[in-house]
């Protein structure tokens, strides 16, 4: 077994991933969830995991003033916005939207996710250099490995599987919950910020490679009218070093969707 799939091995035993993960098996099971694709499809050219890479490239590409997962009113939810697939921004804390979809469009609905990077600096001079390969390395040592073992994309993959073993919430679309919610977890392969406007904004750019892990929900074309989707989600990590990622927030989108 690779130091990869050894430290997966040991994560999910020590933090319950497995019972997080979707159960594997040969016989076809029903979708629980009908209007949702399937965790392990690939949905309008992507994996989960792809859209999740797409899903970060979008929002770090979007000026803070400017940024949909920044706005309290909905208004600027078309930013940015193109293809077949449309992201529903998140918040943080109590966020009621109202957002306008054209019709045929498909929605990434995420529920809690967390990206890290391996390098970055803020714009000092001279420069501060920072990432998260020290909480990552901390994680490692934690679950009893040895983090030279690993490389960086290794140990940044770790790290965020073992953040999302702290996620807790529901989604809840036109009033019925989302089912299995736990087994719609997905990770990302390593992967680079081109646009960094919201980095900038806040006083800093990554030059390292990032990884994220995180639940999300791929939902299919809305009938044309109004919908509902309500978001609860939360976060408690415990460790000293990553209470900073800790939140709670429920997120409402009131969303018209254009007649055909």
């Known amino acids: 077994m690779s130091k990869f799939l050894r430290a997966y091995a040991l994560l999910a035993a020590l933090c319950g991933l497995l019972a997080l993960a979707p159960a594997s098996s040969s016989a076809p099971q029903s979708n629980p969830n009908p209007k949702i694709t399937p965790i392990n499809s ?4 992507y994996s989960y995991g792809q859209w999740q890479e797409r899903f970060w490239k979008w929002y770090v590409s979007q000026p803070f003033a400017t940024n949909p997962v920044f706005d309290p009113t909905g208004d600027l939810f078309a930013n940015g916005q193109t293809g077949p697939v449309w992201f529903l921004p998140g918040g943080f804390g109590e966020v009621e939207r109202h ?3 054209p019709a045929g469009k498909a929605l990434y609905v995420p529920f809690v996710n967390a990206v890290f990077w ?6 000092a001079d001279p420069p501060n ?20 073992d690993l490389s ?6 770790l790290l965020a599987n073992y953040v999302m073993t702290y996620a807790e919430g529901s989604i809840e679309i036109d009033g019925k919950e989302v089912k299995n919610l736990s087994s719609y977890l997905a990770s990302t392969p390593a992967f ?3 646009d960094q406007d919201l980095f900038t904004d806040f ?3 990554v030059d390292g490679i990032a990884v994220s892990a995180g639940y999300a929900v791929i939902l299919s074309p809305l009938t044309p009218g109004e919908h509902t989707i309500r978001v609860k989600a939360k976060l408690t ?3 000293p070093t990553l209470t900073y990622l800790n939140f709670e927030a429920e997120v409402v989108h009131h969303i018209t969707v254009a007649a055909k």
């Not at 690939?42 to 050219?45: D, E, H, K, M, Q």
């Not at 391996?118 to 714009?123: E, G, L, N, V």
């Not at 998260?132 to 030279?148: F, M, S, V, Y």
């Not at 960086?152 to 993959?157: G, M, Q, V």
């Open 99 to 101: 957002v306008k979809l």
């Open 237 to 239: 990590v415990p460790d």
């Open 129 to 148: 250099e920072f990432g998260d390969l020290p909480d990552a390395k901390l994680i490692a040592a934690k679950l009893g490995l040895d983090p030279d």
């Open 118 to 123: 391996s390098h970055a600096h803020d714009f």
């Open 42 to 45: 690939i949905s309008y050219g």
């Open 203 to 205: 006083g800093f750019e």
């Open 152 to 157: 960086d994309e290794e140990l940044l993959s």
């Open 192 to 194: 680079k910020f081109v």
